[in-house]
Structure formats: C-alpha cells, structure tokens
C-alpha cells in the first residue's frame, strides 16, 4: 500500500494542474489582504455600520490578523472545493482515458488496494492545499495586520473572542474545513470511477456542490424539513461554530466555549458518514469496472 500510494503521489505532484490550485488560492488571498490593508475600515464600516448609533466600535483595533483571515475563509473556502475536484476528479478517469489504468489493474495488487491509495493520496493533497492556505491566510495576515481580539458577527449579534482564545480556533476550523474537503475528494473519486474522461466527473462534482449549496442556503420550509438535512454541503460550512462563543447568565462570554459544540460534532459525524459511504462505493464501483473495453 505504502508503495502505491508514493506512485499516485508522484502522479498528483508532477501534473501541473495540481499546482493551479495553489496559485489561484495564494493569488486570491493575496488580493484581499492587500485591498483590506488599504481599506479595512471601510469594509468593517459596510458591515457594522448599522450599529455606530449604539456603539462606539473600535475598527482600527478589530482589523487584525486573525480578523483577516476569518475574512478571508469565509470568502474562500466555499469555492476551493472546486480546486480539490481539478484533482480527485481525474484520478481514476484521466488513466482510463491515457490506458495507464488497465497498466496498474495489471499488476500484483487488488483494485480495492488502488482505489484506496488513489483516495489517500487525494486526502494528503487536501491537506497540502489548506496547510498551504492556513500559511498565507493566518500567518501571513497575523505578520501583516499583527494580532487582537476577532469580533464575529452571527445575525445580529456580535461574538468578541479575547486574543488568547482566538488561535486554537483557527486550528479547529481548518481541520473541520480539510474534512469537509476530504469528502468532496471522495465525491470525486466515485464520479471518476464510473467514468472514463476527466471532464465529466470535475463538472458533475461542481454542479453537484452548486445546486446542493444553493438548495441549502434557500429558506423554503420544504426544503428546510424534507432535503437539507439529508444533502452535505448543509454540513460543511460548520468551521464557522467554532467562532461562536458561549456566554453565561450575565451574558458575558465564556473564555474557550464553543456556542453549539454538539452541532459542530454532529456535522462532523455526518460529513464522516458520507467519506465512509462515497468511498465504499466507489471500491464496489471499480472493483466491477470493465477496463478492457
């Protein structure tokens, strides 16, 4: 296993589409660093202005680094997905396409071995993609902005996490985001299993995320009973709770609480379940895949 997953390694990490991804993501983030470096405050005003009449709000002191980057995730991370199916999606197919696949089938391995090292290789390419994101969104914000206390805005409250409590967030958020990334892969591997062009299972991928993701953000009582608690992009925005802090009677905020852990963690088992249920099928899927034809 150790061996091919170093083969479809050196397959992902030698096409340079894989490096597209990393490029567009230092060039985005690079883009709204720059513009809020110039105009933070104007940005901050746009979207707490509502409240100047009742508060005196501090928007030299809000916009920090780790301000910054919880911009910058919640701009971002919603479109990367996208990125991660340039790769997943081609992983299976594009050999079937080139005939390498039938070269691999070949040899003394089982096709359950090479679907699962094909999707670990995916996952490690996931995690590079984020660790190269965290990189320049945190800690290159943090150099350029400095550091303070993050305020969140959630509807029309406004959560103040202290700056000793902020960076253990982060860390929780992008492992919450890499899972939810890791079953987009999955969802990729599948589509290219049951397909033998590249093109097909990275469109079905994006469409599949664009209607689900519009379907989940529709407030229609039907949708909301009958279908978002069944579709996975209903779950894989839930980094975002990891910013939302508890308080007490008082109402004062509770230092390293999280408002609705049992949520976060029930989006976590759910996005688990569909990694689970993706992977599994895309094993049966290859494991009767005609690759003579």
């Known amino acids: ?9 050196y397959k992902i990490f030698k096409k340079p589409r894989t490096y597209i ?3 567009a993501i230092a060039a985005i983030i690079l883009l709204i660093q720059m513009a809020l470096l110039v105009n933070g405050k104007e940005y901050l005003q746009f979207g707490l ?5 009742s508060f005196e709000i501090p928007y030299d002191r809000i916009s920090n680094g780790y301000w910054i980057c919880f911009v910058i995730l919640n701009l971002l991370l919603i479109h990367v997905p996208i990125l991660v199916a340039l790769v997943a999606g081609d992983i ?8 390498t696949l039938r070269l691999m089938v070949s040899k003394p391995v ?3 071995e ?9 996952v490690i390419y996931v995690i590079a993609l984020l660790a190269w994101m965290a990189l320049i969104a945190l800690a290159l ?4 902005f400095g550091t303070g206390d993050v305020v969140v805005a959630k509807s029309m409250e406004l959560h103040q996490i202290e700056q000793s409590d902020v960076l253990w967030r982060y860390f929780a958020a992008f492992g919450f985001a890499a899972l939810a990334l890791i079953m987009v892969a999955s969802l990729s591997l599948l589509l290219s299993c049951l397909s033998d062009n590249s093109i097909g299972p990275i469109v079905a991928t994006v469409c599949i995320i664009i209607v689900c993701t519009l379907i989940s953000e ?3 009582p039907l949708y909301d009973k009958y279908l978002k608690p069944y579709l996975f992009t209903t779950y894989m925005l839930g980094w975002k709770g990891f910013f939302y802090i508890a308080v007490d009677a008082d109402g004062q905020t509770i230092r390293g609480s999280v408002q609705n852990l049992p949520a976060i963690l029930k989006s976590m088992g759910v996005i688990l379940i569909y990694i689970a249920g993706f992977v599994t099928t895309a094993v049966l899927v290859f494991r009767k895949k005609d690759i003579l034809s």
């Open 114 to 122: 090479l679907v699962l090292a094909k999707f670990l290789a995916s």
């Open 141 to 144: 914000s943090m150099l350029l």
């Open 110 to 112: 089982s096709r359950t």
């Open 218 to 220: 529709m407030q229609i």
């Open 92 to 99: 299976v197919s594009g050999e079937a396409n080139m005939g």
């Open 49 to 53: 202005g509502f409240l100047d009449d």
């Open 1 to 9: 296993m150790w061996k091919l997953l170093q083969i479809e390694l």
């Open 21 to 23: 991804a990393f490029g």
